[in-house]
């Protein structure tokens, strides 16, 4: 695998393999701040990702999958990077990166991507909404009422109200378009060499039914949430030196 070679640090010293990490819809890199100090860090080169938008500047186009695509698989030239980590709808993002002509990314570790279309049950509420500041309030005011339940969405809540309204709008908007044209878990399937982590208890029936009758290779995370990187960190770690061995 190729070593991503950051400036200003000695050739000698750069042999790990990178592994780029992508969030889900409205949240930022800061979702994988506990894999930092994993056992992963031994063997790999962990490179959380802000997308546009979403911790980073907004591209001056519209924000559709295609275009953080095309974002990602930049990045992963860049840096050499062979392995992505997706969270929930960027799993989309990674399937799309990884077809991109000259992108190296060839294995995709999907934490609860999209594989049906009642996986967008966040970004998917967006094309019911034709303003952005609308969706940006209501979304919010869903999530206040959710975290009184669960901490973690506090976190996710904060990281969401720190988007790009209107990044955040068009993406959840072209997330419901392309769930309702194409099957996710298909256009992931099709990606490279894949490994779906997930705790069943999180995903719709619709999901649990896809995978029921797809070969794609999976690993249980028994009692994690949603956003296991942040309420399991060592859990994941290990199913993904599991997944990449």
């Known amino acids: 695998m190729t070593a991503y070679r950051r400036r200003g640090i000695p050739k000698s010293a750069q042999v790990k393999p990178v592994i780029l990490l992508i969030a889900g819809f409205g949240d ?9 100090g994993s056992c992963l860090t031994k ?9 546009p938008g979403f911790g980073a500047p907004r591209l001056p186009d519209d924000t559709s999958l295609d275009s953080l695509a095309s ?14 980590v997706a969270h929930s709808v960027a ?15 060839s294995t995709i570790l999907s934490l609860e991507g999209n594989l049906t279309a009642d996986d967008a049950y966040f970004s998917g509420t967006a094309a019911d909404y034709d303003d952005p500041d609308r969706f940006r309030i209501a979304f919010l005011k869903r999530l206040d009422a959710m975290a009184e339940a669960n901490p973690l969405v506090a976190r996710y ?12 709008w068009q993406l959840g908007r072209d997330a419901r378009r392309f769930s309702e044209k194409t099957t996710p878990g ?12 997930y705790n ?18 999976r690993l249980v ?8 990187s942040v309420d399991q960190p060592q859990l994941l770690s290990d199913k993904m030196l599991e997944a990449l061995k």
Not at 72 to 81: L, N, Q, R, S
């Open 28 to 36: 930022n890199a800061s979702m994988y701040e506990g894999l930092q």
């Open 43 to 51: 063997d790999y080169d962990l490179l959380p990702l802000n997308l």
């Open 71 to 84: 974002f990602v698989a930049e990045k992963a030239k860049e840096t050499g990077a062979k392995i992505i």
């Open 91 to 105: 799993s989309i993002i990674a399937s799309l990166a990884a077809q991109k002509p000259g992108c190296p990314l």
């Open 157 to 168: 809540r904060r990281n969401v109200e720190a988007a790009d309204p209107l990044a955040l």
């Open 186 to 197: 298909e256009v992931l399937m099709t990606a490279g060499r894949v490994t779906y982590l």
């Open 200 to 217: 069943p208890d999180n995903c719709p029936d619709s999901s649990l039914r896809w995978l029921a009758s797809n070969p794609i290779r």
């Open 221 to 228: 995370l028994d009692r994690a949430t949603h956003w296991k």
